[in-house]
C-alpha cells in the first residue's frame, strides 16, 4: 500500500500535552467562553435598547442618527432590506435548478460535545 493508499480518518481525539500550549489555551476556555457570553448578551440587550428607543423617537423613518458625548463615533439606525432564498423549497420543488446553484462550502467550528 503506498502513502497515497493509506486511509487517512476524519475524526481522532487529542491528548495536550500537560505544560503545552493546548493545555493552557483549554484550561482557560470555559472562563474566556462564559465572560464573552456575558459580554455578548450585556451588548445585544444595550443595542436592542437603543434600536427601540430611536425608532421610537422617530417612528416609520428609515434612518435615524443619532450622536453621544458618550460615543466614540455617532451611531445609525437604518433599515435594510434583505432578499433570501428558500433552499428547502427549492430542493424540494425544483431539484435541477437546486444542483444547479447550490455550492458547497465549509468552516471550522469549535464546538463543546455533550
Do not use: C
Not at 505544560?19 to 476556555?29: H, N, T
Not at 445585544?44 to 450622536?67: C, H, M
Amino acid at each position: 500500500m503506498t502513502a497515497a493508499e493509506i486511509p487517512v480518518p476524519t475524526a481522532v481525539s487529542v491528548q495536550p500535552e500537560p505544560d503545552g500550549r493546548l493545555a493552557q489555551l483549554l484550561g482557560e476556555y470555559d472562563a474566556a467562553k462564559a465572560w464573552a457570553d456575558e459580554a455578548n448578551a450585556r451588548f445585544e440587550a444595550v443595542k436592542d435598547g437603543i434600536k427601540a428607543e430611536l425608532a421610537a423617537a422617530a417612528p416609520g423613518v428609515d434612518q435615524v442618527d443619532v450622536a453621544s458625548p458618550s460615543l466614540q463615533q455617532p451611531l445609525r439606525l437604518v433599515h435594510v432590506e434583505r432578499w433570501s432564498l428558500d433552499s428547502k423549497r427549492m430542493k424540494a420543488e425544483d431539484p435541477e435548478s437546486y444542483v444547479r446553484y447550490a455550492r458547497k462550502s465549509g468552516t471550522w467550528q469549535l464546538r463543546a460535545v455533550k
